[in-house]
């Protein structure tokens, strides 16, 4: 059975209760002419003292746990359902981004770019789907595969000893010789000697933090400008409105102005405002 902060309190109360009842008895037995009423007076004393020790023990714990089920709560929920999002951002965005808030296909995606960038041939294996044990495949100027594992977890939250047998035994899937499992938090104890015992490299939090700096081109932090798609409809609004008004400037034999049409074919054509009256056309 799990231990719960109550049975905790209620171990230290008994641990107390039975340290005060000998250090007395023995102060009664090695010190004559005591009354035997100090006898008693250490019966009551060490359990009333050890009660309110064990009391104050499991306040503490109960406060502490409220404390992390309030506000911290909606945090963690909130950072978890971005880390586990399937959206990918533009790549400039990600160079940008700190690692904490990247989500763990973003994460993959990086990693894809520094990769690349280090003159490997990188696979990208279901990018924020179910990978079955592996994210990317990489393959040197040699011939040698990789698979690579990212894991974009927090500090607190170390990738399994399950994670790296997945990788052990995914990585014949994709007939790769080396394994390497990325993730910016750290392995368990038992992952890191399963790692050891079947020669899986990792890299860990500050390992990939200095990487990716010394690459230079991921810049956490740095102002992207992104073109949004109104941005963009704006802008060939703004250029129709310019052919529109260079072509109202060519006028027709007429006096009319000229209007840019299309054929039945597609193909573009000036022709007389004034149509069907005037059936004056241009070639554009």
């Known amino acids: 059975m799990a231990r719960t902060y109550i049975s905790e309190g209620n171990q230290i109360a008994y641990l107390l209760r039975g340290l005060f009842i000998l250090g ?137 000893v399950q994670t790296v047998r997945e990788l052990v035994a995914a990585k014949r899937n994709h007939d790769c010789i080396l394994s ?29 933090e200095q990487k990716l700096k010394t690459w230079g081109k991921w810049q956490p932090g740095k102002k992207v400008a992104v073109q949004s798609k109104l941005t963009t409809a704006k802008r060939e609004v703004a250029t129709a409105r310019k052919e529109i008004a260079a072509a109202s400037a060519i006028t027709c034999s007429c006096g009319a102005p000229m209007v840019r049409r299309k054929s039945k074919q597609g193909a573009e054509f000036l022709g007389c405002s004034k149509f069907p009256s005037c059936r004056q056309t241009r070639p554009i």
């Open 24 to 160: 007395g008895l023995a102060l009664y037995f090695n010190i004559p002419g005591l009354h035997w009423g100090f006898f008693f007076g250490i019966l009551l004393g060490s359990v009333i003292l050890s009660e309110i020790v064990g009391l104050i023990w499991i306040r503490k714990r109960r406060a502490a746990k409220t404390k992390r089920k309030s506000q911290p709560k909606t945090q963690r929920e909130s950072s978890v359902a971005h880390r586990t999002s399937k959206q990918i951002r533009a790549d400039e965005v990600i160079l940008a981004t700190k690692l904490e808030e990247l989500s763990g296909a973003e994460f993959e995606r990086l990693l894809a770019m520094y990769f690349i960038d280090q003159g490997y041939a990188v696979k990208e294996v279901g990018v924020g789907g179910n990978d079955g044990g592996v994210d990317l495949v990489i393959t040197d100027r040699r011939g040698e595969k990789t698979a690579v594992q990212a894991k974009c977890y927090s500090e607190r939250n170390k990738v399994p």
């Open 180 to 208: 390497l499992l990325v993730t910016t938090s750290d392995l368990t104890s038992p992952a890191k000697d399963e790692a050891d015992k079947f020669k899986v490299d990792y890299w860990h939090g500050a390992i990939v």
